[in-house]
């Protein structure tokens, strides 16, 4: 029942929205329209956005934030004053995608932290009096907004937005087909018409209604994400076992520290102490066939979990030390996790984000937040991966100096200390399981 509500007028909002796209103007947002108009941007269209550039390979983090802050600072160049709005129940989009959940995270943030610019994050949704309030007080002349999502629920989200925002006479430009030169920046837009006051006036229960029933869908991915990994911790429980590891650095680092080593060793050590949680569930399950066994038979174990952490620690340390056109250089390892590599991985991206939802704990530590665009690089950890599986097992060590050896057996340490449940391995050596975290494939080097 709850299906046939979303869908049918799901479909009826899409039919509107792309029966008006023919008629979208492509204007120049700050020439034909004073320069000083004030307008808004939906930040999750933002992210969409930036992760859909062609440039962009996953995992490529700061690349990530480079392509959020030019096309940032091309709209303030052009005299562009804007906000931008991250609404919580856009979250939920993210559920089964959680390294984009912690990049929004950590986008928030960095935008929060380390720019000026006006970021809102505490309008729960586009439908509440909060955000129509917002609206009537600032009175804005367009939002800018993505027409496609990741997935259908998220294109019904933006739709959601789209139809909100023409009810409330807010004009529409879309974040897709946008060009730009040097005075001027290029948009479809969508106006906002009496027909669609009118469309939102006719259906307002209806819209309501199918909103509720998409959140009530987007919380069920929610459980069906954590459930195979978190077995029957909660949601509140994986908070509060994140909200202690970082209460704990406090402690361990009275002194204070950057962004990069205190995600590292926060991220590493809960991650261990889920994954060690997780098998012991698993191993009490064993009798009984349960959807843990049925998605994880041939789960990793946690030896090879903590490898994974080292492994971690040491790209940290090398973007610590290594200067970017180092970094630049890199070779492009092109091989993909091994399969049995998902539980792992899916595992530290949702640490990631429950240390991230818990940086408001260091409010009155020395917590330097600079590097928060640049917390991991997938690219440079393939390579450290790759050396120890193919390279050092035939005999090429490379020297990488006492300072960098240091700092990795420092973080180690650290990780060490805040797992408290259990005893983990030693720092050296890195790999202590024959496990191949890569596949195996000709031509691993572009």
């Known amino acids: 029942m709850e299906r046939n509500v979303l869908t049918t007028f799901s479909q009826k909002m899409s039919l509107l929205i792309l ?22 941007i939906d930040g999750d269209s933002l992210l969409i956005t930036c992760i859909c550039e062609i440039s962009f390979k996953p995992g490529q983090n700061l690349h990530f934030f480079y392509l959020v802050e030019r096309y940032l600072l091309d709209l303030i160049s052009k005299g562009g004053q804007f906000t931008i709005v991250f609404f919580k129940d856009a979250e939920y989009a993210y559920f089964n995608f959680p390294e984009l959940l912690s990049l929004r995270t950590a986008l928030i943030l960095h935008l929060q932290k380390n720019t000026t610019i006006d970021v809102r994050t505490t309008f729960s949704r586009c439908l509440s009096e909060e955000w129509r309030s917002f609206l009537e007080e600032s009175y804005p002349y367009f939002l800018i907004v993505a027409d496609e999502g990741l997935n259908d629920l998220q294109t019904h989200l933006f739709n959601f937005l789209i139809i909100h925002s023409w009810a409330r006479k807010v004009n529409v430009v879309l974040s897709s087909g946008q060009e730009s030169d040097v005075l001027r920046l290029y948009a479809y837009l969508l106006p906002s018409m009496y027909r669609h006051q009118i469309f939102f006036r006719e259906n307002k229960q209806n819209i309501k209604d199918a909103y509720i029933t998409l959140l009530n869908q987007l919380e069920r991915f929610k459980l069906s994400a954590l459930a195979p990994l978190f077995g029957s911790l909660k949601w509140n429980n994986i908070m509060e076992e ?82 970017l056109s180092q970094r630049a250089c890199a070779r492009v390892i092109t091989l993909h996790w091994a399969k049995d590599m998902k539980p792992l991985l899916q595992m530290k991206k949702w640490c990631e984000y429950f240390i991230l939802r818990n940086i408001h704990t260091f409010e009155f530590w020395n917590l330097n937040l600079i590097h928060l665009s640049d ?9 450290i991966a790759f050396y120890y599986e193919n390279e050092n097992v035939k005999g090429l060590h490379l020297n990488l100096g006492d300072t960098i050896m240091k700092d990795y057996e420092y973080l180690w340490n650290t990780v060490s200390k805040l797992v408290r449940d259990f005893e ?23």
């Open 19 to 40: 029966n008006e796209m023919p008629k979208a103007e492509y204007s120049s947002l700050f020439n034909d329209f004073v320069e000083s108009e004030f307008f808004l």
């Open 242 to 323: 994140a909200h202690e590891t970082v209460s704990l650095l406090t402690q361990i680092w009275p002194e204070g520290s950057d962004i990069r080593r205190v995600f590292c060793v926060t991220s590493c050590s809960l991650s261990l102490r889920m994954y060690h949680c997780f098998l012991g569930n698993r191993e009490r399950s064993s009798v009984q066939e349960t959807e843990i066994q049925q998605v994880n038979s041939n789960c990793l174990t946690l030896q090879e979990m903590e490898d994974l952490c080292k492994l971690h620690c040491l790209t940290v340390v090398f973007l610590l030390h290594l200067p």
């Open 375 to 383: 917390l991991s690089d997938e690219l440079l950890l393939k390579n």
């Open 424 to 446: 983990v391995g030693q720092p050296f050596p890195l790999r202590t399981t024959k496990c191949c975290f890569l596949e195996k494939k000709p031509s691993p080097i572009k």
